[in-house]
């Protein structure tokens, strides 16, 4: 099956600072990798996708993604956080398996403080 | 900018009793997902449309459990009779097709508590 893992619960960063988010994935074939974030009480919003080409993929707010097939994963990254980029980050793999419907990683709380 | 409309937002209710979502994709849009997101967890899915037909429902709990599109178009989860297990957030997404790089957009999502 295709699956996504987020080892990290929480991260804590200063405003200003870079920020990381991990992800690593495990799949059959090509991964097509996305990134989400879930703000409190809300839906889910897309940041970005690998789909193929360039192992650097630039989305929405300032965040980009490094993909690494050698490591399998896939990070989310912003060179330098703000107070409101705290949220719920949710990493998905695309599952060709069954429909093409994504499947989602547990999370992680990114906390930013000023 | 279109958008996934969901409703209601919040939903309490005590169990055994029946609840209902309701969901309209985005315009055009061929595919409908239903998630359940439970606290502290990422979005599972339930059940997946292509049009009207189910394309997966492996995971819905089907004794309880229904949905339908009978139009191709909105879609309705309903719960019968719902559990204290149910509480969550029930999202519900939708996309284009089923391509695998096109990306799912999600409603706002409706939370169920149940007493």
């Known amino acids: 099956a295709q699956s996504v893992a987020q080892p990290e619960d929480q991260v804590n960063v200063a405003e200003g600072n870079p920020l990381t988010v991990k992800c690593t994935y495990s799949?059959?074939?090509?991964?097509?990798l996305f990134w989400y974030v879930q703000y409190p009480n809300r839906g889910l919003q897309f940041l970005l996708k690998?789909?193929?080409?360039?192992?650097l993929v630039k989305g929405s707010y300032g965040f980009e993604a490094e993909f690494n097939k050698s490591q399998t994963s896939f990070h989310l990254k912003k060179p330098s956080a703000l107070v409101s980029d705290s949220a719920l980050y949710f990493c998905a793999v695309r599952d060709s398996n069954s429909g093409y419907a994504l499947n989602f990683g547990k999370g992680t709380s990114l906390l930013v403080t000023p | 900018e279109a958008e996934v409309a969901q409703s209601p937002r919040y939903k309490i209710t005590e169990k055994s009793q029946a609840v209902a979502f309701w969901c309209d994709p985005i315009?055009?849009?061929?595919?409908l997902y239903w998630y359940r997101q439970i606290l502290g967890q990422g979005p599972e899915l339930l059940v997946q449309?292509?049009?009207?037909?189910?394309?997966?429902d492996s995971q819905l709990p089907k004794d309880r459990f229904s949905a339908e599109r009978l139009k191709g178009v909105d879609s309705t989860l309903k719960i019968q009779p719902a559990e204290l297990g149910d509480s969550a957030m029930y999202l519900c997404?939708?996309?284009?097709?089923?391509?695998?790089?096109?990306?799912?957009?999600f409603g706002e999502g409706s939370r169920l508590t149940v007493l």
């Open positions: 799949v059959s074939g090509n991964p097509y």
């Open positions: 690998y789909i193929t080409g360039d192992n």
């Open positions: 449309f292509q049009d009207e037909s189910v394309v997966d």
């Open positions: 315009s055009g849009h061929a595919t």
């Open positions: 997404a939708s996309s284009r097709g089923q391509t695998a790089s096109g990306e799912l957009f």
